[in-house]
């Protein structure tokens, strides 16, 4: 769920802060909810969750050589790799059009990287970011410090049965270009793996899973189809 749907159901006394006893017997661990540790759940831990789990997501794609450790350069490279008009930062105009709505902009990886609030990713957000997940301060994220971070989720956690985690992992998978969501041109890239497919009935599952109808699946929307009758392009 959203912060603003999680504090709806469990911030009794609207402070807007959730304590474990206002939590009660919930799906989600309430040590896995307070990312920061200070005894309460807020806004602000829902933010840094998400923005950890953004990072661990670019930094796995960032590992170029495959050693499961990221530096510095390897994610220079993947911001360059992304940058399509060459301007050194990543914003809504280095998503391909068919991903340039609402969601684009509010919903998917980008916002979660983008440190200093300026409506872009570039070098200095990543340098931040790795120098805050980089513990032992070497300047490369080791596989460790890495398996440290959560998967990212595009709205918040989900239940102890890791819904998030596993349909993460199937948007990471189609996602190309690493802005957390699955556009519609991506989506059909995947169908020339499948050369029997039926483009038709390829076409309408995009279309169905995308519940709020914006051109561009979430991590969310694929956890809430494929929990029916599987959600993926068809194999």
Same mark, same amino acid.
């Given at each position: ?18 304590? $474990? ?173 499948? $050369? ?40």
């Amino acid at each position: 769920p959203s912060w603003d749907h999680f504090a709806q159901r469990h911030d009794a006394d609207g402070n807007g802060m959730v304590t $474990p006893d206002e939590l009660g017997d919930a799906r989600v661990p309430f040590e896995k909810l307070d990312f920061d540790g200070d005894g309460v759940v807020t806004a602000a831990d829902f933010a840094a969750r998400r923005t950890a789990g953004a990072f661990a997501f670019v930094a796995r794609r960032a590992d170029a050589d495959g050693d499961g450790a990221v530096t510095s350069q390897e994610l220079e490279a993947w911001l360059a790799g992304r940058d399509r008009n060459g301007d050194g930062k990543l914003d809504s105009a280095d998503l391909p059009e068919d991903a340039r709505g609402e969601r684009g902009r509010r919903g998917g990886m980008f916002p979660a990287l983008d440190v200093d609030g300026d409506g872009a990713v570039d070098a200095a957000d990543l340098a931040a970011l790795m120098a805050r997940y980089d513990a032992d301060g070497d300047g490369t994220l080791t596989g460790e410090e890495l398996a440290a971070l959560p998967a990212f989720e595009r709205s918040g956690p989900r239940g102890r049965h890791g819904h998030g985690a596993r349909h993460g992992a199937f948007l990471e998978k189609l996602d190309a270009d690493g802005d957390g969501v699955i556009s519609r041109s991506e989506w059909d890239a995947a169908l020339s793996r499948h $050369p029997n497919a039926d483009p038709q009935r390829h076409a309408a599952r995009f279309t169905q899973l995308d519940s709020d109808g914006d051109g561009v699946l979430s991590a969310e929307e694929l956890a809430a189809k494929r929990s029916r009758k599987g959600g993926g392009p068809r194999r």
